[in-house]
């Protein structure tokens, strides 16, 4: 069945309004991380970093997730060591701090979760752990997908995961040096087999993968350091991107902007070393199947050498392709790193990065947004700032798909919603998710505005519901073929109407 969401925060499926105001729902944060760094000794004993995804598949929740541990791995075998073999200079410091591998865990709730034994990835003397076996020693962002499409179940689950190919010759052949993505299958997400290295020598470090409207998108950041030139080939701070494939073996040499914040006027303040606002790891998107809804990284950059003044939360942003991103309000912090810290390190004031994935699922009357939160503990994560960093894995909730509600402006007394032109095929079902039903009624308007006789009254409902039906005594078979819009008014009473979404299911 297709179903078409018109949310309130979309002003392309509800752009005609008036004496109606928007309010971006804020969601509640749970205090206490859903996924903490492991033991010491284990893979993820420093940071299990939400540059990941869940799914809930199968009746359970599926995370996928790239951890940091303290001490190399002595059991690398040999391509994976000359990976993790950093000449001098690489680092301003010597680091005990490496990054990877990917790793898996699995919750009944959401809330609590476990990390299987996986028995693949020899990790200092054994293969009991959570951890995923690739050809890549040094990795991140653990994007999943579950392809219900691909006939073959061999590639129902995709990945697209960061690696990076550290720093001999023959590793340089084969992976190149810059880091950038690898794509893999899988039939179960659990053993996984690469099918390519699309960018090779391209820097991608990406924030989500998804499939929208038949493509497959990977939402990344750029900046002028890695190719990106901004108005007037000035160099700009990080941007959003995304990298575009139909069938996820071939992926064209070609990117495309989907997201940016302002950039400086005087070009001399544009690049890595100025201190402004930019959009960190582009677009964490999830397809709402007509839209798209994101979360993108809202960056407070500060000089590379003061890394650890950095700190960053996460904004909202909305799209009818799954590529162009806008901001439902322009500049709103959607969840504030204070909202969502870091657990604190007594005697130290560290900044909170918050990060975004393929983090956002519907599952029952909830809307779920996993993310990231990571303590920026120093430059380059050297030796003695290791002890203080930490990444972990955060959830915040909100009732299904209330993003923002659309209500009367104060002092008025009746307010209008019009829908985008929708073409009907007769046997559809429409629906609202809203409060206050008692004071809405629902009308269908033919092209030229006009009402449609017998399209029109209070809805057989009262309160609230996350899938109120319309229903109309003809039913819409008459309107076959025929564009509509859908019309919701609005009046004042208790409780206040709210609209929050327009359903049309077919």
Known sequence: MEKLSYFSIDDVSLPYRHNVFLTITKPDIRKEGVLKPGPAGSTDDMGACFYGTVLHDGGKYRMWYYACHQGKNPDYPPKMMQQVAKPPGYYEGETDFFQGPLCYA????????????????????????????????????????????????????????????????????????????????????????????????????HCSFMKHDGKYIIHYHV???????????????RTGVARISTDFDFWPD?????????????????????????????????????????????????????????????????????????????????????????????????????????????????TLVYHGRWRNAGEHYESETNNLFSSEVALATLPLDRWGSISLIPGKDRGVVYSC?????????????????????????????RQIPGYCGALNAAGSSFDAPVVWKNGLSGLRGKKVYIQVSMKRGEPEPKLYAIYVKR
């Open 106 to 205: 699995e919750s009944e709730d959401g809330i609590k979760w476990t990390k299987p034994d996986l028995s693949q990835y020899l990790f200092k003397g054994t293969v009991h752990n959570n951890a995923l076996l690739l050809p890549h020693a040094i990795v991140s962002g653990a994007s999943v997908i579950k392809d219900e499409e691909d006939p073959d179940p061999k590639r129902r689950y995709k990945m697209v995961y960061q690696y990076f190919p550290d720093q001999s010759d023959p590793v340089i052949e084969e992976f190149g040096t810059s880091p950038t993505v690898a794509t893999a299958v899988s039939p179960d997400g659990i053993v996984w087999t690469v099918t390519g290295m699309p960018f090779i020598n391209q820097f991608v470090e």
């Open 421 to 449: 032109l929708t073409e009907l095929g007769g046997n559809e079902r429409i629906s609202l998710n809203a409060d206050g039903l008692q004071n809405m009624e629902v009308c269908l308007l033919d092209e030229n505005f």
């Open 223 to 237: 900046m002028g350091d890695w190719g990106h030139m901004s108005e007037g080939g000035a160099q700009s701070g």
């Open 254 to 366: 070609v990117w495309v902007d989907t997201f940016a914040l302002a950039e400086p006027q005087d070009h001399k303040l544009r690049g890595m070393k100025t201190e402004y606002d930019q959009v960190h790891l582009g677009v964490g998107a999830a397809s709402m199947g007509n839209v798209s809804i994101g979360i993108y990284g809202l960056w407070h950059n500060a000089d590379f050498d003061t890394f650890s003044k950095i700190s960053c939360d996460l904004g909202i942003v909305i799209s009818n392709d799954g590529i162009h991103f806008r901001e439902p309000v322009k500049g709103y912090v959607y969840i504030h790193r204070n909202e969502s810290p870091s657990p604190d390190v007594p005697g130290f004031k560290i900044n909170t990065n918050l990060c975004q994935g393929n983090g956002i699922l519907n599952v029952g009357n909830q």
